[in-house]
């Protein structure tokens, strides 16, 4: 028989999205004491992915589809704890694929898995959490919030597990929302849960990791686009960095800062893309040393550790999810802006891509790329 608390702090909003992780995370708070209830999020209109009735593709690599409501619900069912299905469609659609569309058609590369967090998962989830009483939400995400009671702040260290570790898609995540929401997971490593999730019996203990963008499935972004927009990608000319033309290209936003392969141009040496520029649509293809560059700066910034860069300030910073951090020095340039300087020149800094600041585990802030 589930426990029912009378106390906001101890009854918890677990999201499950039907993965292991997720899973094993309503199972510890459960464990725990913790009055849970399971819920996974919709995000996708039944058999369409937008109001215009076009068809959804399928997402069998990805999170989100029934058959991960069905597994979320059989776990919950297992632990015996209440399960829920929270309608996000519209705002999914507004705050994350509008999102996307845009900045790819602008020539940006953005994550909507950063996108999703921040609008979606630890925004719309918390505002449902406090309407139905809830005090607490908790994912399955490998990091770990601890409140700094000298600093007076809440912040977000990285996941023991440094291969699994979240940290990166989670810079955005505000003092309320670290607050308020448990991660289980910090402190174990894949293997551990997996274990955990066998001892419970889930059968989705082996279950493999979602790997598509759940809207994009094959990573085809040129078809989601034009699906999505309704408008065929326009081809313009691929130049070369003196403006000669090379032949051309199959609409803009179907490439990315650093791409080589997939340009169907027969060169005498390897070509990658150094600039897209919708405005003229054409997309610049060169030498990779071209690609390299050691500032950038951002905008849309968040800051977790503190509330603002008063000086220029040294840390380790990455420019995408899995690259390794590299030495650089950070200055705020304005309320939501920052620049950041590298000690080495960094491949491909892409606008669009999220760049995140560390001190050792602990995430300083981040924001947006907008120009290297």
Avoid at 1 to 24: I, N, Q, W, Y
Avoid at 227 to 233: C, E, K, Q, V
Avoid at 297 to 313: K, S, T
């Amino acid at each position: 028989m589930p426990f029912h608390s009378a106390d906001p702090s101890r009854r918890v909003l677990v999201a499950m999205s039907g993965g292991v992780d997720s899973s094993v995370a309503a199972a510890l708070l459960a464990a725990e004491g913790c009055d849970c209830a399971g819920v996974t999020l919709k995000l996708f209109r039944d058999g369409e992915d937008n109001a215009g009735g076009r068809a959804a593709p399928p997402r069998e690599r990805s999170c989100c589809s029934l058959s991960d409501t069905e597994d979320a619900r059989a776990v919950a069912h297992r632990l015996g704890i209440p399960f829920y299905v929270f309608n996000f469609t519209e705002r999914f659609e507004r705050q994350v694929m509008d999102r996307f569309a845009a900045g790819y058609l602008a020539g940006e590369t953005p994550n909507p898995c950063i996108d999703c967090n921040r609008f979606i998962k630890f925004s719309a989830l918390l505002e449902r959490a406090s309407a139905l009483d809830y005090g607490l939400i908790s994912t399955g995400h490998y990091v770990r919030a601890e409140f700094d009671e000298g600093g007076g702040r809440w912040l977000l260290r990285k996941g023991l597990d440094t291969d699994k570790d979240q940290s990166y898609v989670l810079y955005a995540m505000t003092q309320e929302q670290l607050a308020r929401t448990r991660f289980p997971l910090g402190e174990l490593t894949k293997p551990q849960v997996r274990e955990i999730a066998a001892a419970h019996g889930f059968w989705n203990a082996r279950k493999r990791d979602s790997q598509d963008i759940c809207f994009v499935p094959g990573g085809d972004y040129g078809a989601f686009l034009e699906r999505w927009t309704g408008r065929a990608l326009p081809p313009g000319d691929f130049l070369t960095p003196d403006g000669c033309v090379l032949g051309r290209h199959k609409g803009t936003a179907r490439y990315t800062l650093g791409q080589r392969k997939g340009l169907g141009l027969a060169l005498p040496r390897p070509g990658y893309v150094c600039a897209i520029c919708p405005a003229e649509n054409t997309v610049t293809v060169g030498d990779e040393p071209l690609l390299f560059s050691r500032e950038l700066e951002a905008r849309d910034i968040n800051l977790i550790a503190c509330a603002r860069l008063e000086r220029p300030v040294r840390c380790r910073a990455k420019v995408r999810y899995r690259q390794a951090e590299q030495p650089a020095e950070a200055e705020q340039t304005g309320p939501d802006t920052l620049r950041l300087r590298f000690d080495q020149p960094q491949r491909a800094i892409t606008p669009g891509q999220a760049v995140v600041l560390y001190d050792g585990d602990t995430v300083i802030g981040g924001g947006t790329i907008g120009s290297a």
